[in-house]
């Protein structure tokens, strides 16, 4: 039986609530809060590694980091990553992923889902069926083209 995306979305939140999750700021805790993610870490401008070291220390050893989909966000994901790993910790990657999925470029965001849900309308300008579908923007991915020398 299929799940629909509101069903999908509380068994994804269900998964983050067994999890440490690290964020970027204050107001990313408070929307996970709002849904019920207790388990959040920010990150407040703190060393990365201190960030990790601290967690190591603590006898985490699995997380999940929920930053922002901007450049930047990707860009503090792929170095804290690092630093995680450093310590031999599992970042778990694939919640990240699945959520990225509602359509929503910052995770302070997720706090206002519940609309979008009741609604069953517009999220930022993508219906809900574009959301579901994997979309290439290039056209050209894979051809080779012809330089001038």
Same mark, same amino acid.
Do not use: C, W
């Given at each position: 039986?299929?799940?629909?995306?509101?069903?999908?979305?509380?068994?994804?939140?269900?998964?983050?609530?067994?999890?440490?999750?690290?964020?970027?700021?204050?107001?990313?805790? &408070?929307?996970?809060? %709002?849904?019920?993610?207790?388990?959040?870490? =920010?990150?407040?401008?703190? =060393?990365? %590694?201190?960030?990790?070291?601290?967690? !190591?220390?603590?006898?985490?050893?699995?997380?999940?980091? &929920?930053?922002?989909?901007?450049?930047?966000?990707?860009?503090?994901?792929?170095?804290?990553?690092?630093?995680?790993?450093?310590?031999?910790?599992?970042?778990? %990657? %694939?919640?990240? !992923?699945? &959520?990225?999925?509602?359509?929503?470029?910052?995770?302070?965001?997720?706090?206002?889902?519940?609309?979008?849900?009741?609604?069953?309308?517009?999220?930022?300008?993508?219906?809900?069926?574009?959301?579901?579908?994997?979309? !290439?923007?290039?056209?050209?991915?894979?051809?080779?083209?012809?330089?001038? =020398?």
């Amino acid at each position: 039986m299929l799940m629909d995306r509101e069903e999908r979305f509380r068994k994804l939140l269900r998964e983050l609530g067994d999890k440490t999750v690290i964020v970027e700021g204050r107001r990313d805790v &408070l929307a996970l809060k %709002s849904l019920n993610v207790i388990n959040t870490i =920010p990150i407040n401008g703190k =060393p990365l %590694s201190a960030v990790a070291h601290t967690l !190591h220390e603590k006898g985490v050893t699995e997380v999940v980091i &929920l930053t922002d989909y901007d450049r930047e966000g990707k860009e503090l994901y792929r170095k804290l990553k690092m630093h995680l790993e450093r310590y031999r910790l599992f970042v778990d %990657s %694939s919640l990240r !992923h699945k &959520l990225r999925k509602y359509g929503k470029g910052k995770i302070e965001d997720f706090a206002y889902i519940e609309q979008d849900f009741k609604n069953k309308g517009d999220m930022h300008g993508k219906t809900f069926a574009d959301v579901d579908k994997v979309r !290439h923007t290039r056209h050209d991915k894979g051809k080779r083209h012809n330089r001038e =020398p």
